[in-house]
């Protein structure tokens, strides 16, 4: 039995900012849903079932806040469903909002993924200690900071790689007004001038923590194909493995290479280096673009950094990678996976505006958390699948 | 739609686990129960969903480590939700409806006894507005309850018969943390907890796990003799608003029961009601027939796992059908303040009447 | 001996939440001594005023000042308060429609038995003293049928935010076999155990080994000597922090173990910290260890060489 297809015909955002003090959780979330259903030419009553996303709830301070949003968010009277795979939920959400319509159950589905962040403080909620267990941890900079300085010793990549990524995505997030950081001017050599954090992260090279919203409106097949350009799912690909295994690899999580190799194979995809066209792969700090290059398959093991170093993954090249400015430049935590998720719609829609790659036809959607250990991706296009 | 059965089931229930707050020691075992009785290994299972709660745990990221009970290398096809695990049941059957896998294992795990949970939940209300009051879940409870009294929808010794007829059915349930039937006038003579409710008109404290093994078609029957074929899955959700809402009723009960073509016939039914009163409630909106059996295990007044009770319904509901009791149950899973949000799933020995 | 470690853990935080043109307005009112509502499209008036109408999806923006006095429809005695309630003896919670409005909002009401308090009883706002704009700022008290001046307006503008305080108190369990671990450390032991199954060497050990899905058996004590695989100079300062930056969060692979450890490294200029470097544990003076990691102080360089790249590559 074959899924109905299924298309993403509504993309909406909010302004993410360090802190939207013009707004409560649910003005947050509206903002980005209005924009949906404005872009999919919808109502909220046309909706069929919510799905909502979201991080740990310790960050807001809320239990299941969906419970309380549910009338905010147009959701008495329907499914309403609360997804949380830690930093991957965003295209988790979107994935499981995809499921609700490839299942033939609706046909049309509004998904919506938030933080607000500035309600609390994200290294705090993320290091409650645990008795017994030495207080080492740092945050998400300081648990991921080891993993990098491995990648750096097993790919021999220079040492300005992550440089360049961030330089990139801060310059690319210039053309995005969604954006939450525009920091004009920056340059590799600033990047390296800013404070070393989590050695070897340096400040100019994570992501900042902002406040955010991003919804998606996903409609079957008939709805779809009346809209003016809908992204055609291809393929959508969930995996998990442990966060701590013995000879567990760290760096390219076997995780994320199943999940990539069953998603090219879903959608058809047999080079994706050639054949995806813009990629928006989730990059909190900036040495994992080129890990996660080689762990999706564009980039044979070790090799990643030499796309970005040759400029590839720059808007003008090979594999445009994250030209909204990507995670570096907004991260509402909650959102940020449906933003790569739905800024990859936008690119095959040719709806990305000052951020679009000519011509897009394919792009990859790309959301991971945990301890680098949960996996969500999907490839859109702007034809309907025809397998 | 596919056909798609329940085909395992099982649990552990306690008053105070001294385990984990993930209790991956008590998945291991429920997992290998799973096994037993499908006679499958994890390389058998499609997708992996499961449901709990940060707070509970009193941690972020709290399922994390849940999955190693699982044994996750190579790498598994994977969800989570932060709601019963009900709704992992839910999203494994769409997963299982796209034809992407043809069998799940859903499970779901809480420790509710590591926080203070009445005042834990006070974080699922309006954090504007309610929560800074810090209304806990048994007043809360307790507001619907003589609401209901008041306007002659049920009455105290309504209530009573429901808890003296779940403690005695749980005398027979191993897993029950509270059982012992008594009388409608001893139950009466307790006193007040939070006036109208006594301490047993809410479900106990209680800490626990379960899965369930839902599989497609073949798979099922290779299972079992009587696969608990879901005939009917479908949930939705009401505003929590308590003044807005009319708490004497379960609005998205009614609409979910009508949603599967409503619950005639249906035989037994395990009811996820954490108070005595909203068995009332629901009785009522979802249209079961008088003569239907109500939570012949005991129900979650003998035992209510957060975030597992209402999958402990289904599961329940299920064996039913499997040991040749019923032709057709239901098990329904509520969550959020007062039955906001709730989900029925009928399940009859035969696999038609899907009706979508 | 109980089976399992366990200890309390408070996880606080005083939340700012930022409350929106909606709530408030509402807030605005209670710092005010007045109760805001508002008109929604099927012309029910209701306190709290819902951000979004529940019809037509709008913001609200029909606001209507609404009395102070009101009914109770719905009461229930709160016989053991919990931390942060309004009161901290027992009380009234009940659903109070206040005169004029189509729906009851939830609050407290101060009286000192169940008996004084029924359903249909007509109440009053009882406003605090000092308002800052928040559901606090008032309660419910009988209505004798005198007003009560409220205090002046205690602020200017708009109310924004709002600052709420979220305190929850939880006991910690360890599993079984982390407290294996965690009691060996009380007796200077490092303490790991083997999956029956893959045979790998977990320090701690697991309830799950996470890639057979059994819990580790075996136990095996392991030296206090090992190899740093990788690890991280932390120069930020956080909220929380027990140990003051810079410092040297490093994962340790202890002698005999297949998985490394995180644990600090001192004694050593952190720019000197490298991959490979062999470590051994410091501890803490005898009469200072407890159940816990932390009775080792740190780690610290053995002096011995480097260990090759190839015995620890599969590790990171």
């Known amino acids: 039995m074959g899924k109905t297809p299924a298309a993403v015909i509504g993309v909406g955002q909010t302004h993410h900012r360090a802190k939207r003090e013009d707004v409560s959780m649910a003005g947050l979330c509206r903002e980005a849903m209005d924009r949906a259903l404005e872009d999919a030419g919808m109502t909220l009553d046309e909706i069929d079932a919510i799905v909502v996303g979201k991080a740990p709830d310790l960050f807001e301070g809320v239990m299941m806040p969906e419970l309380y949003l549910a009338e905010a968010l147009g959701a008495v009277g329907k499914p309403l469903l609360r997804v949380h795979t830690a930093g991957s939920v965003g295209g988790s959400t979107a994935i499981v909002a995809a499921s609700l319509v490839q299942s033939g159950v609706h046909r049309k589905v509004l998904t919506v993924a938030f933080e607000k962040q500035s309600e609390s403080n994200a290294m705090w909620a993320l290091s409650v200690p645990v008795p017994f267990v030495m207080p080492v941890h740092a945050g998400a900079g300081g648990y991921f900071a080891p993993h990098v300085r491995s990648y750096i010793r097993r790919s021999g990549a220079p040492s300005h790689i992550g440089a360049i990524v961030a330089a990139k995505d801060r310059t690319n997030a210039l053309k995005n007004p969604y954006a939450h950081l525009h920091n004009e001017g ?64 760290q760096v ?12 090219w194979k879903q959608a058809g995809i047999t080079s994706p280096i050639d054949e995806i066209d813009a990629a928006e792969i989730y990059v909190p700090f900036s040495w994992f673009e080129p890990m996660w290059l080689e762990n999706l398959g564009f980039a044979a093991e070790g090799e990643g950094w030499r796309l970005t170093e040759a400029g590839e993954t720059a808007m003008t090249g090979r594999l445009p990678v994250n030209c909204s400015g990507g995670v570096l430049s907004s991260n509402p935590i909650g959102a940020s996976g449906m933003l790569r998720f739905g800024e990859a719609a936008l690119q095959v829609r040719g709806a990305a505006g000052e951020h679009q790659v000519d011509g897009a036809r394919k792009a990859l959607g790309h959301a991971y958390g945990g301890g680098s250990q949960f996996f969500a991706m999907w490839v859109v296009g702007a034809d309907r699948p025809t397998n | 739609m596919r056909d798609v059965a329940v085909v395992g089931f099982a649990q552990r229930q306690m008053q105070d686990y001294d385990g984990s707050p993930t209790c991956a020691e008590l998945l291991v075992p429920i997992f290998g129960e799973c096994y037993e009785q499908t006679g499958w290994t994890k390389k058998d299972i499609g997708f992996w969903c499961s449901g709990s709660s940060d707070y509970l745990a009193g941690r972020s990221f709290s399922f994390v480590s849940a999955i190693d009970a699982i044994g996750v290398l190579p790498p598994v096809n994977e969800s989570h939700v932060e709601m019963d695990a009900a709704w992992a049941l839910y999203e494994a059957w769409l997963k299982i409806q796209t034809g992407e896998v043809d069998t799940a294992l859903v499970f779901g795990f809480g420790k509710a006894s590591a926080g203070v949970l009445r005042r834990t939940l006070s974080l699922q209300l309006d954090p504007y507005t309610l ?18 009294i008041d306007g002659g929808a049920w009455d105290e010794a309504a209530m009573a018969e429901v808890v003296n007829r779940s403690l005695t059915d749980a005398e027979k349930n191993e897993y029950a943390v509270r059982a012992g039937g008594s009388s409608v006038k001893e139950l009466l ?73 409503g619950l005639d016939g249906v035989e037994i039914a395990e009811l996820h009601a954490p108070f005595s009163h909203q068995e009332l409630i629901l009785r009522h909106d979802l249209g079961l027939a008088d003569d239907a059996r109500i939570n012949p295990s005991g129900g979650p007044l003998a035992g209510n796992p957060m975030f597992t009770g209402g999958a402990i319904r289904i599961g329940e509901a299920a064996r039913r059908i499997w040991d040749g009791t019923a032709d057709k149950v239901l098990g329904h899973a509520t969550s959020g303040p007062a039955l906001q949000q709730n989900l029925v799933c009928v399940m009859e020995t035969v696999s038609e009447g899907m009706g979508i | 001996m109980s089976r399992t470690l366990s200890a309390p853990v408070t996880v606080s935080f005083d939340y700012t939440r930022s409350v929106g043109p909606v709530l408030g307005r509402f807030l605005t009112g209670l710092r005010d001594g007045q109760f805001v509502g508002a008109r929604l499209s099927d012309g029910r008036v209701v306190v709290p005023p819902p951000e979004f109408d529940p019809v037509t999806h709008r913001a609200t923006a029909d606001f209507v000042d609404v009395a102070e006095t009101g009914t109770v429809t719905s009461w229930t005695w709160v016989s053991e308060p919990v931390a942060g309630q309004p009161f901290d003896r027992p009380f009234a919670f009940a659903l109070v429609t206040l005169d004029g409005t189509d729906a009851p909002l939830l609050h407290a009401v101060d009286v000192a038995s169940p008996d004084e308090i029924s359903t249909g009883l007509k109440v009053r706002a009882r406003w605090a003293t000092e308002r800052t704009g928040a559901i606090t700022d008032v309660v419910f008290v009988p209505d004798t049928g005198t007003a009560a001046a409220a205090a002046p307006v205690a602020g200017e503008g708009e109310v924004t935010g709002i600052v709420t305080p979220v305190s929850l108190d939880y006991t910690y369990a360890a599993s079984p076999e982390e407290s294996a671990f965690f009691r060996g450390l009380a007796e200077g032991r490092l303490v790991a155990q083997r999956c029956p199954q893959c045979r790998k060497v977990y320090v701690p050990p697991r309830p799950a080994c996470p890639v057979d899905g059994v819990p580790t058996v075996e136990e095996i004590e392991l030296s206090d000597t090992g190899t740093v695989t990788t690890f991280c100079i932390v120069n930020v300062p956080f909220l929380g922090q027990k140990i003051t930056p810079p410092y040297v969060s490093a994962y340790i692979l202890l002698d005999g173990a297949d998985i ?28 200072e260890w407890g159940t816990t990691i932390e009775n080792i102080s740190h780690f610290a360089p053995t002096g011995d060489a480097d260990a090759d790249y190839d015995t620890y590559k599969h590790h990171l």
């Open chain 1, 186 to 249: 920056t340059t590799v050599e600033s990047v390296l001038a800013s404070q070393m954090l989590w050695d070897p992260i340096r400040y100019d090279e994570t992501c900042p923590s902002s406040d955010g919203a991003c919804a998606l409106v996903i409609a079957a097949d008939d709805v779809a194909a009346a809209s003016l350009n809908p992204a055609w799912i291809h393929g959508t690909v969930m995996r998990s493995e442990p966060t701590t295994a013995a000879e567990r690899d």
């Open chain 1, 252 to 263: 390219n999580p076997q995780a994320g290479r199943d999940a990539a190799a069953a998603l």
């Open chain 2, 131 to 148: 929560t800074p009051l810090w209304p806990d879940t048994v007043s809360i409870a307790a507001l619907q309850a003589r609401l209901g």
């Open chain 2, 189 to 261: 003579a307790r006193p007040m907890f939070a006036d109208p409710l006594r301490k047993h008109d809410a479900a106990p404290v209680t800490d626990g796990a379960a899965a369930i093994v839902l599989a497609a078609g073949d798979r099922a029957r290779e299972v079992r003799e009587r696969p608990a074929w879901i005939t009917g899955l479908s949930h939705f959700t009401d505003g929590l608003h308590l003044g807005t809402r009319d708490l004497t009723r379960a609005e998205s009960a009614s609409r979910a029961a009508a949603a599967v073509g």
């Open chain 3, 260 to 287: 490394a450890l995180q644990h600090l490294i001192l004694d050593i200029p952190v720019e000197e910290i490298r991959m490979g470097l062999r470590v051994k544990a410091v501890w803490k003076p005898r009469e």
